[in-house]
C-alpha cells in the first residue's frame, strides 16, 4: 500500500497536545501515513514574521491534505487569521462538518446526525467594509453564481456518496432577495441533476428553531458562509460541544481537516485537553484518502471507550488525562 505525506499543523494552545495523541492514534491504527510538519500560527509568527509562511502553503499544496489544531487569532496584531488566509490561498471553498452524537455523552438530544456544509470563500465574510461617513459602516455581502453552484454541487455529491437522502438550503431570500434569491437558484439548477435526492429549502431563523426542537428532521444542510458559521456551532451544542465535533476544509486541488474548537488557553500546557474532535477529523481524512479499515479501527475504538464511561476527560466530566484517554483508544483497538 502506498503510503501517504500528511502535512502536520499543529497550531497554537493546545493545538500540539490534540495532534500529537491524534498522531499516536493514528500510528497505532497501522494508518499507512508519513507526517511532515509546517508551520502555522503563533509559532510561525514568532519564527518567520507571518502566522501563514509560504512555505506551509507550499507543504499543504504538495501533500494535498493538511491535518491541523487550533490557532490563535490577534498574535500577530494587523495580520489577518490564519485559518482565513490558509482557506483563501488553498481556495479550501467547502467547510463541511458532521455532526453526530456521541454513545456516553448525554444530551437533551438521541441520534443526531446531521452534516452542515458551508461555503468558505464569500458573503460577508469576503471582508469588504468601509467607513462612509463617521458613524456609518457599510459592509459588502458578496454571493456570486460560480461559488453557490460550486458549493451546492458539493453537498449533493456528498450527500450522493454517503447514502444521504435529503440536501437542504438554508437562506434568508424572503429578505435578501438578490443574493440569497441568486443562491437558491444555483441550488435549484444543481438538485436537478440529482433526481435521487430529495431538495428542501429553509429560511434560516426558522431552521434554527427547528433544530433545536427536532434535529432528527434534517440530513445534509448548505449554506452562505455567515450562516454556516452560526449553524455549524449550533449544530455542535446538540451533541455535547465543540470539544466533539470534527470539520474539513475541502478544495479542488487540497484539503485541510480540523477540530472545530480553538487554543483553549484555559488549560494549555496541562495535558487535560480532550483530543477527540481532531481524531474524529483525522477519521474524516483516512476516508477522504480512502483508507477505510483504518478510519473504521479508530471510530470503533472510540466507540469503545465512551460506551464503556470509565476514561474520560474533564470536559466530559471525567478525570482522565490526555494521555490516559489516549491510551485508552489504543487498548481498545482490535
Ligand atoms: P476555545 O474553543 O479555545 O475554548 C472554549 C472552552 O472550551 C474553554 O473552556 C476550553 O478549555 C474548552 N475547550 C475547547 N477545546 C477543548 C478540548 N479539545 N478539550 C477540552 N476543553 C476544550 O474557544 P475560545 O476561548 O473562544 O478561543 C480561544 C482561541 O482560539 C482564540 O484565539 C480564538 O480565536 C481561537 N479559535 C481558533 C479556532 C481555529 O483555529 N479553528 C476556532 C475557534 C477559536
Redesign the pocket.
Known amino acids: 500500500m502506498t503510503t501517504r505525506t500528511i502535512t502536520m499543523l499543529n ?5 500540539p497536545e ?1 495532534m500529537d495523541a491524534t498522531r499516536k492514534i493514528l500510528e497505532a491504527a497501522r494508518a499507512p501515513l508519513e507526517f511532515e510538519h509546517a508551520h502555522i ?1 503563533a509559532e510561525a509568527a514568532a519564527r518567520y514574521g507571518t502566522n501563514l509562511p509560504d512555505a506551509t502553503i507550499d507543504a499543504v499544496l504538495k501533500s494535498g491534505v493538511g491535518l ?8 500577530a496584531s494587523g495580520q489577518q ?3 482565513v488566509a490558509l482557506r483563501k490561498r488553498l481556495d479550501l471553498y467547502a467547510s463541511l462538518r458532521p455532526v453526530k452524537s456521541v454513545p456516553g455523552v448525554k444530551t437533551r438530544y438521541e441520534g443526531v446526525d446531521l452534516v452542515v456544509v458551508r461555503e468558505n470563500t464569500e458573503d460577508l465574510y469576503a471582508g469588504l467594509e468601509h467607513i462612509v461617513v463617521p458613524g456609518v459602516v457599510e459592509s459588502l455581502k458578496i454571493i456570486t453564481e460560480k461559488a453557490s453552484t460550486r458549493i451546492c454541487r458539493f453537498a449533493f455529491e456528498y450527500a450522493r456518496k454517503h447514502g444521504r437522502k435529503k440536501v437542504t438550503a438554508v437562506h434568508k431570500a424572503n429578505i435578501m432577495k438578490l443574493s440569497d434569491g441568486l443562491f437558491l437558484d444555483c441550488f435549484r439548477a444543481v438538485s436537478r441533476d440529482f433526481p435521487g435526492i430529495a431538495a428542501e429549502e429553509v429560511i434560516v431563523d426558522n431552521l434554527c428553531m427547528q433544530l433545536v426542537r427536532n434535529p432528527e428532521r434534517y440530513d445534509v444542510m448548505v449554506m452562505e458562509n455567515l450562516y454556516g458559521d452560526i449553524v455549524s456551532d449550533l449544530c455542535a451544542g446538540l451533541v455535547g ?3 466533539l465535533v470534527p ?1 474539513a476544509n475541502i478544495g479542488a486541488s487540497s484539503a485541510v481537516f ?11 500546557g496541562k495535558g ?7 481524531l474524529l477529523s483525522s477519521v474524516m481524512m483516512l476516508d477522504h484518502l480512502d483508507l477505510p479499515a483504518e478510519a473504521r479501527r479508530i471510530e470503533k475504538a472510540l466507540d469503545t471507550v465512551f460506551r464503556d464511561g470509565r476514561v474520560k ?4 466530566g471525567g478525570s482522565a488525562s ?1 494521555a490516559e484517554f489516549t491510551q485508552a483508544i489504543i487498548d481498545a483497538m482490535v
Open positions: 497550531g497554537d494552545g493546545i493545538g490534540v500560527g491541523k489544531g487550533p490557532t490563535a487569532t490577534g498574535i487569521s490564519a485559518n460541544g465543540l470539544g470539520g480540523e477540530a472545530a474548537h480553538g487554543t483553549a488557553p484555559d488549560i494549555m487535560l485537553a480532550n483530543p477527540t474532535a481532531l476527560t474533564r470536559d466530559l490526555t
